[in-house]
């Protein structure tokens, strides 16, 4: 996929991304890359999922985002460290839209929050969904500080353009989808069916989206000595209407992450994985990632469909 024809309608974004590939040589030659990466496909039930080999992605995969690294590093997401040649464009009161140099989607953006504070979404996601609207080609995605955050440090999210995860495109054709709850202006459902058990709110409104997100929020599970439920979130516009899919979590890293030998496979499932996009920055676990293995890191790091039910049990 040539990342010159992914059209943007967007004209601001547009632009963002015209001068930064033409100015900033480290984002063009990883934007060009991405013509090269190598691409499979694999089908777990109803649910497609592709496999990425990106050898850039080695810096997020294997980020050390224990607290020791986080302090004695540098924030790069803070404007005093980021490269000079990375232009921003200011959005609301709180926020910059940057180009990810290190991209996953033919167009990848971060939204950092302009103050240095924890990675957090609570109280964020009406700021979420206005995002998700003014990205309308993109989808707005949110990682959790121990579920594939490389900045646990500093608040922000981050966007893809549409048609490259599968997750969307899946849930709008699974028809696998249970009301839990709804209230004036959204409705609440459980997704199962698709290999992964999610929670997905459908609202027509920014106040009654982020009004369910937050009922469902305080029904999730909260780990012993964490400041929030292990999550993903995957949040986009869709026929006017906003798609919030939250995908609770068990574990931050699988068994194979840590695994010797042949078992190894170098794979830290986030949000864009999750959204059905396996990234893995070494060949060797592209060539030998199988359908299997990936339902296997997903049944361990996913919630199953019977604690979805309890949490939903839960929701007031």
């Known amino acids: 996929m040539n990342h010159n024809h992914i059209t943007i309608r967007n004209d601001e974004i547009k632009s963002l991304f015209d001068r930064q590939l033409r100015d900033w040589k480290l984002a063009c030659d990883n934007y060009a890359a991405l013509d090269n990466v190598k691409i499979k496909d694999l089908n777990i039930g109803n649910a497609r999922f592709k496999v990425q080999f ?40 709180n926020y910059i839209i940057l180009l990810n140099p290190y991209p996953i989607f033919p167009r990848h953006l971060t939204v950092p929050s302009l103050k240095h504070e924890p990675q957090r979404i609570k109280g964020r996601m009406a700021d979420m969904m206005r995002l998700a609207a003014y990205l309308d080609d993109f989808i707005v995605f949110y990682n959790g500080p121990r579920c594939g955050a490389s900045a646990p440090d500093h608040i922000h999210f981050q966007a893809g353009n549409k048609g490259f995860m599968t997750y969307d495109q899946d849930l709008a054709q699974s ?16 997704a199962d ?7 997905v ?15 469902l929020y305080d029904a999730l599970p909260m780990p012993d000595g964490e400041e929030e439920p292990m999550l993903n979130i995957l949040c986009w516009v869709e026929g006017g209407e906003w798609r919030i899919a939250v995908f609770p979590r068990l574990k931050h890293r699988p068994a194979c992450y840590f695994a010797e ?7 830290t499932p986030a949000s864009v994985d999750m959204g059905g996009v396996f990234i893995t920055p070494l060949e060797k676990d592209f060539d030998k ?10 049944d361990e790091v996913c919630i199953s469909e019977a604690a979805a039910n309890e949490i939903a049990k839960r929701i007031k």
């Open 175 to 190: 028809g696998s989808l249970k009301e839990v709850t709804n209230a004036t202006g959204a409705t609440l459902y459980l």
């Open 193 to 199: 069916g698709l290999a992964r058990t999610a929670f």
């Open 54 to 93: 990106n050898p850039a992605r080695i810096i997020s995969s294997a980020a050390k985002v224990d607290a020791k690294s986080i302090k004695e590093r540098k924030c790069f997401l803070c404007s005093g460290n980021r490269p000079v040649e990375q232009e921003g464009l200011p959005w609301g009161d």
């Open 289 to 298: 990632v199988t359908a299997g293995n990936i339902k296997n890191i997903l």
């Open 201 to 215: 709110i459908y609202a027509t409104s920014v106040e009654a989206g982020a009004g369910m997100f937050d009922r």
């Open 261 to 267: 030998g042949d078992d190894n496979i170098l794979i």
